[in-house]
Every structure is written in structure tokens, then in C-alpha cells.
């Protein structure tokens, strides 16, 4: 009986305090401000609500990692590139996102998008022999986006239990995540689920479908972010001279690269100078031929199919110098890149491989993430492929 009190005492004085910030934040998530999908949030990513009210008629998908934390407060980032183009294009990633995350997201606002494009951004790293780690596919998950996905009836059954079996496997790490998962599964499949539980799950869903919106809110006004009353898309820019603006960005990289891996030297010394002690030859016998990451993207395409979404695989390159110093096997490493272009192939859809710049000074600024000529010629990809007829 006290632990019952002490619930309800404490979902009083929750609501009580959501109420109160969700006068400060505003309930509006449907900002009708083109610019909001080039915003860099990890709240905004797991937030249904957030990514599926921001999602109009000229929207495009860009889903990616880690890469897009670097270089956000150059030009020649995805966010400043698409913003100066007049581009509405919706930014999903963060790191530990990787193809089954967005699996999951695509499956939940697939119904939204007129604009059926989307590109997905890979690192080379993702296929490990592990593939995702389940610790960091548990922080990144969103229930939010998990629900709408299984509650996706232009999915076939078979493709959405697929992917709620990969997810439940994945989230073994984590009890109680996967307890509401699986609740959240049974509910929405119409299974057996005690009135305990259902009342749990939908008070759980309310919080944290509150929780979401009060954070997303807060963070969008801290960084600026306007709402407007109705969606008017942005005026059209003109597309940019790509070769001139790559040799802008090698030229702002002057004075900054001053080490034997070709590497921004702050990451250098901050990343990888600690670490390279240990990490001589400790890639021997590593490669990318096996990983669950395939059938992980597998996933994401079958998605990509039923939905009529057309996809671009862009492949990232690996910093070929740093490899080297790691004893990766040359020939292990490019098996990634038959290992994508395998699995496209299965599905018809387009890759934009940039692995055969490894070695090209600039491209990346650390080991693995895009550099200013780097995302220059990625945004240039993704620009024609957005508006191929």
C-alpha cells in the first residue's frame, strides 16, 4: 500500500512539474521552420513526435552517426550546406546509430514522407564482427519511435518482427528497456498483457512521451530555434560550385595538420597520440568481411522497400594511414566495401562509395570522421541524389 502511495505521490508531483515547464517550453513541436531537421539534437532524433511533426511535403531523410557532431560550425557541413541551399532535409544520427536504429526510425515515419529519398550514411567501422554494441544501441533507443514502427501497418509483419526480434536481442543489456519493449509489443499486437502491466506501460508512454516534448522544446528555443504560425519552405539557393568550395575547405585545413596520419592536430593529440602505444598492430586480425551489421542493414532496406523509399548507401573511408599503423589488412579492410555493395545490390539500391580516399589528405580529420572536403563532397552526393527526377 505504500509503495502504491508513494507512485501516485510521485506521478502527481511529476505531472504537476510537466505541466509547469510545458508552459515555459511551449507544447508546439510542429515548428513549421525548414530549418529544424538540420538541427543537431540527439533529443530531437529519439522524439517521434519531434521528427514526425517537422516532416513536410519537400522533406528529405539523412541518416548517419557520430559524423555529424564534426565540423556542425563549418560551411561545408550537411546542416550549413542544406540550410544555405534552402534544402529541407531531416538529420537523424548520433553516435551508436547505426543501421538497425534507424531501422526502427524510418519504420516509424515512413507514413509521414512524400518525399520517398533517403540517404544513409555508413562508416566502415559499424561492420565489426559484433556489429552494433548492445549498450550503445540501449542508449539510443527510442520507445517512441520503436511503438510507431510496430504500429506500421504498410510494413509487412514480417519485416517488423524482424526487426522487434533483433531489437529484444539487443536489448538483453538492459531489463527494463526490454521488458516496456516488449510490452509495447504485445500491446500493439493485440496479445495478452495483465491490466498491471497495461496501466504501467501506458503511464510509462505519457511520461515519456511528456519527457520528450518538454526536452525537445527547451532545446530548441536554447539554440535559437524559431516556430512559425503555418510552413512556408525556404527560398531555393543556387547550387554551389562543389570543386571550388572542396578547395576552400583543404585551404582552411592549412597550419592544422601537422602529424605522420594526415589528422586535425587538436584530435591528434587529444584521441590518438594517447593511444598509440597500445594500438600498434592491434588490428592484425581484424576485418570487415562478417558482421551482423549486413543483415542489420538488410533491415533497413527491407524497410526502404515496402515503404517505396529510395535509398543511397554512402560509404565512408577509414583513415588509411592510421590503419596501417594498426596492422588492419589492407585487403580486410575493403571487404566492407563488396559487403555493401552486396547487400545494395540485393535491393536495388544506389551506393556512393568514397573508400578509394583513404588516403586522400583532408578528406578525413580524424580516423573516421569527414573533414570539411570530406562532407563537401558527401553534401554534393546527397544534393544530386535528392533532386534526381
Partial sequence: MKKVAAFITALILFVGTALSVHTIA????????????????????????????????????????SEFQYGNKTPYHPTNIFRKLGMNVMCIGAAQNQSLSHAVTLGAVAPKLENKKVVLILSPTWFSKTGAESSGFSARFSESMYEQMLANDE????????IADRVDQML??????????????????GGKVSLK??????VEKWINTEKED???????????????HEYTPAKAGEEPDWDKL?????????????????????????????????RKNADVNRTFADSPEYDDLRLFLDVCKEEGIEAMLVLLPINGWWYDYTGFPKDQRETVVQGVEKVASEYGAKVCSFFDECYTPGFLEDHVHPAGKGWVRINEEAYKFYKEV
Fill in 246 to 278: 572542396a578547395k576552400e575547405a583543404d585551404e582552411s585545413m592549412a597550419g592544422k595538420v601537422n602529424n605522420q596520419f594526415h589528422m586535425l592536430d587538436k584530435l591528434y593529440k587529444s584521441k590518438i597520440k594517447p593511444e598509440m602505444k597500445n
Fill in 197 to 202: 502491466d497495461r496501466i504501467a506501460y501506458r
Fill in 26 to 65: 511551449g507544447e508546439k513541436l510542429d515548428t513549421n521552420n525548414p530549418f529544424f531537421g538540420t538541427w543537431i539534437s540527439t533529443k530531437k532524433d529519439l522524439s517521434y513526435k519531434a521528427v514526425s511533426s517537422n516532416i513536410e511535403k519537400d522533406t528529405v531523410m539523412m541518416m548517419g552517426s
Fill in 214 to 228: 518538454i526536452n525537445v522544446g527547451l532545446l530548441w528555443k536554447a539554440s535559437g530555434g524559431k516556430n512559425y
Fill in 155 to 162: 510494413l509487412s509483419q514480417e519485416t517488423r518482427n524482424a
Fill in 172 to 189: 538483453q543489456i538492459s531489463p527494463d528497456t526490454q521488458a516496456s519493449a516488449r510490452t509495447a509489443r504485445s500491446m500493439i499486437a
